[in-house]
């Protein structure tokens, strides 16, 4: 089983397409286009890519999750939020009714920072958790995860410092590593990241002499660590940051989808010169839209939408305006309530499970979001042990996805946001399964359950890579 989850060759080799391309010039009474120097039979081309691609490549584990999402399999991994709750009729018809409307302006170009109107409602959804801005300070993205790209965009040189917490998202990691950005990891405990180390990690690279440009945070609800920035440290980590002189990059999808309906101030609302905040319609909404944006200080925000024109010119007027309407005419904050009642059954199901099934590892119990953070026992290695996990129908995330330094084999991300209670409870005792054999060959043969193709511990930075969208 294992080997037939290896990545395959692709269907069409470059070799291949080279001689497609050699009888195309060929045809055309041309010679055939040569290789850049240092091109490789695999990849003619390899020679030819500037440096900031070659930190980019598919993760190993990327092929075994094209077999995780076969319908046998329990998935634990994805991030994907569970829209069936969604009024999908309403939502039809008033997207056909805006096509039909205002088409001519849903499918044209529109501004490179947003819509003004969609811009003022997010503004409304944002004081939500403290943050007074204006419309103008708002640059609507194609997800938040342009909006990541953007601002790293405009501030990293290769080799300036990003940090983040320790662990942090992948998706984030996968845009610093692409911008050859060092990442330095800060650690976490259950109340977020910890200001004392914070400073003192802060102080160490000043003494290296090393650039800080940003400091990354997911204040609310972690991806993947499952847990929030408490009221206390909030002002104190901004504080920190300031006297430090790093500017910090909240990132914030989660925020309102707190299981007790209680919303934390945003990092954004106690230094908004300090700060860019990051917000997204995918968890509350559908991802399938593609809309967050950016909150940023006046200056930092007029060079986001020039990247952001460099980069797409503008974001998409259909899903903007299909957005608007949403946030409009539905009662949009009522199904945000709904989400967290049926997400919190989720967590629920899935700490329960563990309980039950696990008592030998650890997790946190997250009071809101998607995920949770489980430390295996002793010894065992979680990117060892997906294969056999996923032959027994269950995949999870490895905790390697989430270093920039490959560390991270001991934990795993478990998600509860897409598979019923039923399913995630059957997942769990999968898993659980999984685990007991790793521990029984540890005490057999000592290998700490390692004795898998995808063996992890303290790879190079490099070979760890984002595992693709639907797990982000
Ligand atoms: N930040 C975090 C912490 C996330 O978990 C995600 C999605 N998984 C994103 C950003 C990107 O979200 P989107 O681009 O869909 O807004």
């Not at 395959?8 to 470059?14: D, I, L």
């Not at 920190?240 to 707190?258: F, K, S």
């Not at 002793?378 to 996990?389: C, H, S, V, W, Y």
């Amino acid at each position: 089983m294992t080997e037939n989850l290896s990545p395959r060759e692709p269907a069409t080799s470059p070799t291949t397409a080279q001689a497609a391309a050699a009888a195309r010039a060929a045809a055309a009474g041309s010679a055939a286009p040569a290789a850049a120097p240092g091109g490789t039979r695999l990849d003619p081309w390899f020679g030819a890519y500037a440096d900031r691609a070659h930190g980019m490549r598919a993760s190993e584990i990327r092929a075994l999750f094209a077999v995780a999402n076969r319908p046998e399999v329990v998935s634990l991994a994805g991030g994907m939020p569970y829209l069936k709750g969604l009024p999908l009729d309403t939502i039809a018809s008033s997207v056909a009714e805006l096509v039909a409307t205002h088409g001519a302006t849903a499918l044209q170009y529109g501004s490179g920072q947003g819509d003004e109107s969609l811009r003022e409602q997010i503004v409304d959804v944002m004081r939500l958790e403290g943050v007074s801005a204006h419309p103008d300070d708002v640059v609507v993205t194609t997800g938040s995860q342009q909006a990541l790209d953007l601002v790293t965009r405009i501030f990293v040189n290769p080799g300036d410092v990003v940090v983040a917490e320790a662990p942090s998202y992948v998706g984030a990691l996968g845009v610093f590593r692409s911008y050859q950005a060092e990442v330095v990891h800060s650690p976490i405990d259950e109340h977020g990241l910890i200001p004392e180390v914070l400073e003192e990690t802060l102080t160490r690279l000043e003494a290296a002499g090393k650039t800080v440009k940003l400091l990354y945070l997911i204040p609310n609800f972690h991806n993947p660590g499952g847990v929030s920035i408490s009221l206390e440290r909030r002002p104190r980590i901004v504080d920190i940051a300031q006297r430090h002189g790093v500017l910090v990059l909240e990132d914030n999808p989660y925020g309102l989808l707190g299981f007790d309906g209680e919303t934390m101030p945003a990092l954004q609302s106690y230094h908004p010169d300090g700060v860019i905040y990051l917000g997204s319609f995918s968890k509350t909404f559908a991802p399938g839209y593609r809309v967050g944006w950016a909150v940023a200080p006046h200056a930092v925000r007029e060079k986001l939408v020039l990247a952001s024109e460099a980069s797409i010119l503008c974001p998409s007027n259909a899903s903007q305006m299909a957005i608007s309407t949403y946030l409009a005419t539905c009662d949009w904050q009522g199904q945000v309530k709904q989400f967290r009642e049926l997400y919190r059954e989720r967590r629920d199901a899935m700490v329960g499970a563990l309980a039950e099934h696990l008592p030998s590892a650890s997790w946190t119990v997250p009071a809101g979001g998607f995920y949770t953070w489980v430390r295996l026992p002793e010894g065992l290695d979680a990117k060892a042990m997906l294969p056999r996990a996923v032959t027994a129908r269950v995949a999870y995330v490895p905790g390697t996805a989430f270093y920039a330094d490959g560390s991270g084999a001991d934990h795993m991300r478990l998600s509860f946001c897409y598979p019923t209670p039923d399913q995630i409870r059957e997942g769990v005792r999968r898993l659980a399964g999984v685990v007991s054999n790793e521990l029984d060959l540890a005490t057999i043969f000592g290998t700490g359950g390692t004795g898998g193709d995808a063996g992890s511990s303290g790879r190079a930075a490099a070979d760890v890579e984002a595992p693709g969208p639907d797990l982000a």
